[in-house]
């Protein structure tokens, strides 16, 4: 996966390449100096323009959320191996360890397709609150997890969720907590396939789930189709890929 920045400077040189072919190109008409720099420029611009701007309205968009701090939660990083590295996590407690005690469970938050994991605290934060443990994830090709794969490979992402499920009951104190799941959107989805044949997933909350993936791609818009392709989304996945999303109606 590129970074934003590398994404950008490919966007810079392609915007040099069409720029250097305007200046051949007017140079060959016989224009000035002055006329061959101008009209550089404003290809260079022309090209290189609509692109900041989409960046710049993407992170706008990502970080519409003001982060939210409180006094009375820990929060912990940690890391969960994975074949090819580690998933990065964030483990949201309150700081009376009696309260934590008293519900002994733990909620594992699988957010949205282009989320990260702080996206929604306004949501876990009040359920640590209450004692319950927030285990909260970047899932892979997101966030800091972002090298461990592309962020449109949902079976993986499904395979992501179980060796998280396996982590915390090898883990203390959590090996003897119940387990809840709570996602959203593509992480609903996530959280459905693997949560439900796992009997150590005692509650599932799915917020904006996809029940049909295959069915819901194919009715999409013209529009939802680019996008999810522009985002690496296999937009006619095969049956290895329909299968398991559709265990949500067993």
């Known amino acids: 996966m590129l970074t934003k920045n590398q994404k950008r400077m490919i966007v810079i040189v392609i915007s040099f390449i069409v720029s250097a072919i305007i200046w051949q190109i007017n140079a060959s008409w016989g224009n000035t100096f ?8 404003l290809t260079f611009l022309t090209v290189f323009a609509p692109f900041e701007i989409y960046f710049a ?8 959320w003001i982060p939210l701090k409180s006094k009375d ?18 483990l949201v407690e309150a700081k009376d360890k009696e309260l934590v005690k008293s519900k002994k469970t733990l909620i594992i938050i699988s957010h ?16 640590a609150y209450q004692g319950f443990s927030i285990l909260t994830y970047d899932a892979r090709g997101i966030g800091e997890s972002k ?27 959590f090996k003897n907590y119940k ?4 996602g959203m959107s593509i992480g609903a989805l996530t959280a459905f ?28 818009n013209l529009i939802v189709k680019f996008i999810y392709f522009l985002k690496g989304v296999d937009i006619s996945p095969n049956d290895e890929k329909n299968k ?4 949500r109606d067993q």
């Open 193 to 220: 396939c693997a949560g439900f044949p796992d009997k150590n997933i005692e509650k599932i909350i799915a917020i904006s789930s996809m029940s049909h993936y295959n069915q819901s791609i194919s009715t999409s």
């Open 34 to 41: 002055w006329v061959l720099l101008i009209a550089s420029i």
């Open 73 to 90: 939660l820990k929060i912990s990083k940690i890391r969960i191996k994975l074949e090819e590295g580690f998933l990065y996590a964030n």
């Open 112 to 127: 949205g397709f282009s989320d990260v994991k702080e996206t929604l605290q306004y949501l876990y934060f009040p359920l």
């Open 147 to 173: 090298s461990m794969g592309h962020r449109g490979d949902f079976l993986q992402r499904i395979e992501d969720f179980k060796i998280i499920v396996e982590w915390i009951k090898n883990e203390e104190p």
């Open 244 to 247: 398991k999303p559709r265990r």
């Open 179 to 182: 387990i809840y799941a709570l």
């Open 57 to 64: 309205a993407r992170d706008i968009w990502f970080d519409r």
